[in-house]
């Protein structure tokens, strides 16, 4: 105990250090490390000396900003209907897409309707983690929630497809200020050991969201409202959410939010952020144009990944170079519960989207439904993963254990890929409908567990940058998952329809996968089953990419550390125990954990107050 003591005093300095420099940090830094010890710093009293207080006290500080009761099932309805938005914007696009690209005569330019948004998303979601550190976050919420309101209204108004595409990245990279908001700002309002629940309900509600997009999106459409209806409704969901917010959201701003502007915005690293923007760019052609417009040997995709590969390696060295003023401080990653999570997600991203995506082409081209019907057929999945993510997080709450439930999810989500894979032309219900309910139990219970775990295991500081990072890799498995899948799929569907006589397969193709669009002149009714086959063999080749990352997922949850979910309040030493109230870690663990976690950050505040001048008391 004595030298934590001393270590918090070498770290504070002398009183030649200007506000300017790092006290700010240092202060917060401090209070997140020693939560749970026996004993605290406080501030220095008159006499030079320094005070004890009990952890309790301190930790009464900290557990302010929780609110409960009617305000808390307030403000989780306001942020569920801000995650509800965002879900059903990220979908809706889906069936009005061909309605826009024939006012637009824009057909070159569907893939941008969604990628400008998941793109800009990406991008910024590190730089918002880092803001959300530095800005108070219910001013950093609520600008993002405006600015996506305005580019929601640039898609409504837009008169051309250009345009579309810029309010769909201005809506994008006001998303991941919203997606990171509505995680940092949750888990600042709600003890620890409650958030499982929480997340469970709007995880589970979101979900609901995700599907129920594409089917608004196409009543909308074919209405007297038209499609950009499906860019109007944004507004009264903002507005309310925004009201709520401002009406109930009251906590104090951190320490670090007391900085020079000029110095908060230098540490948000833009630099870093256009470079990683630029490799992500890269990424997102070349993933696009090999093997679909392009061959994979063509000289523009070779040089999107080169260019691709050389801004990463810029990339993370500014980061190493930069340490705690990077977008993504590189001790983060070394934490090793939190480096699995963010590959897991990542993992998972791969997964849920290759199935999200070639399921429905599957209802469509092998068994010949309607878009409706195929919405319909996917329920299964939704309603075994919300009620999966429902009862484990409510598990994980009333036990305090969340590792089993991801290594038991992701066998489960393993055996459900799998099964994806047997799908045939004349599968039965039984078949396509099991298997989602066996995935969707899997993917449930394993997927918010990525979510707690970054919590669990680092300070509170730390907490938006980590649950940015967590996002950021499941929306990168997502786009690098897609682009995969649609490769394998476009290149066996092709290899296939080539074997087969009478038939022009670029037509084919180029006509759609769905049977409606055959019409008599592309092939004779009787090679229609062999057009299936090849179509149902693409489709499950595909789903072989799942399933190697479901097991490459379970596998490394092998190396999760064993922790539990414990309260955030400590009991004072007086009190007898070393204990915490409720199940969970002991306090007396503690702070060794956030120690280990924040020492690279207090070694780089000492050596720039000592560069400033600072000295060692």
């Not at 345009?163 to 200020?177: F, K, Y």
């Not at 906590?251 to 470079?275: F, M, N, V, Y």
């Not at 090793?336 to 963010?342: G, K, N, S």
């Not at 309910?437 to 295991?457: E, K, P, S, W, Y």
């Amino acid at each position: 105990m004595d030298s934590t003591k001393q270590e918090n005093k070498t770290l504070k300095g002398d009183d030649s250090i200007t506000p300017s420099t790092q006290e700010s940090t240092t202060a917060e830094l401090e209070k997140d490390v020693e939560t749970g010890t026996s004993t605290h710093k406080a501030e220095n009293q008159p006499n030079g000396e320094q005070a004890e207080t009990r952890p309790d006290e301190e930790d009464a500080g900290e557990s302010s900003n929780y609110i409960n009761g009617s305000r808390l099932y307030v403000l989780s309805a306001a942020f569920t209907m801000a995650g509800i938005m965002l879900a059903i914007d990220g979908s809706i696009l889906s069936t009005a897409i061909p309605r826009i690209t024939s006012e637009f005569n824009s057909i070159d330019d569907i893939g941008w309707y969604g990628s400008a948004y998941l793109l800009a998303q990406m991008c910024l979601q590190p730089t918002f983690g880092r803001a959300y550190i530095y800005f108070e976050a219910k001013i950093m919420f609520l600008l993002s929630l405006l600015t996506f309101e305005v580019g929601s209204v640039i898609c409504a108004v837009a008169p051309s497809s250009l345009v579309l595409i810029l309010g769909r990245a201005i809506a994008g990279a006001a998303a991941a200020g919203m997606l990171t908001g509505n995680l940092a700002i949750f888990g600042q309002v709600v003890p620890l050991r409650n958030r499982p629940r929480g997340m469970a309900i709007m995880t589970g509600l979101y979900s609901i969201a995700t599907l129920a997009g594409p089917t608004v999106g196409g009543l909308l459409t074919d209405s007297r409202l038209t499609w950009r209806f499906c860019f109007w409704i944004n507004l009264p969901f903002g507005f309310i959410a925004a009201v709520i917010v401002i009406f109930i959201l009251h906590r104090k701003p951190g320490k670090l939010s007391d900085l020079p502007l000029k110095e908060k915005i230098g540490r948000l690293d833009l630099a870093s952020a256009a470079i990683l923007t630029g490799s992500l760019v890269c990424l997102f052609l070349g993933l696009q144009w090999g093997g679909s417009t392009d061959p994979w040997s063509a000289p523009r995709v070779w040089g999107c990944l080169i260019g691709f590969a050389v801004l990463c390696v810029i990339f993370i060295g500014l980061q190493a170079r930069r340490k705690e003023r990077a977008t993504i401080p590189l001790r983060l990653l070394q934490q090793r519960t939190v480096a699995i999570c963010c590959i897991f997600s990542g993992l998972y991203g791969v997964a849920i989207v290759t199935h999200s995506y070639l399921l429905p082409i599957w209802f469509q081209g092998v068994k010949g439904t309607d878009a409706t019907m195929s919405g319909v057929y996917m329920l299964p999945f939704t309603g075994a993963s919300t009620i999966a993510v429902l009862v484990a997080g409510f598990s994980m709450t009333a036990s305090g254990h969340y590792v089993p439930f991801m290594w038991a999810g992701s066998l489960v989500y393993v055996a459900g890929s799998a099964l994806y894979t047997t799908l045939k032309t004349d599968s039965n219900a039984g078949r396509y409908l099991g298997s989602q309910v066996l995935a969707g139990v899997g993917f449930g219970t394993a997927i918010q567990v990525t979510f707690i775990g970054v919590q669990v295991v680092t300070p509170a500081i730390d907490m938006p940058t980590v649950c940015a990072l967590e996002v950021f890799f499941r929306q990168l498995g997502g786009s690098v998952g897609i682009s995969v899948a649609q490769s394998i799929f476009l290149n066996t569907l092709t290899s296939h329809l080539r074997s087969i006589s009478g038939i022009n397969p670029e037509a084919i193709i180029h006509a759609g996968v769905i049977e409606g669009s055959w019409s008599n002149d592309l092939m004779n009714p009787s090679t229609i089953t062999l057009v299936k086959d090849a179509l149902n063999t693409a489709i499950t080749k595909a789903f072989l990419l799942p399933i190697g990352a479901t097991v490459v997922a379970a596998v490394i949850s092998l190396g999760m550390e064993r922790r539990q979910i414990e309260d955030d309040r400590v009991p004072s030493p007086e009190k007898g125990t070393g204990a915490s109230e409720n199940e969970g870690i002991s306090s007396g663990e503690r702070p060794a954990v956030a120690l280990t976690d924040c020492q690279p950050m207090k070694e780089h505040i000492l050596s720039e107050n000592e560069m400033k001048g600072g000295k060692e008391e």
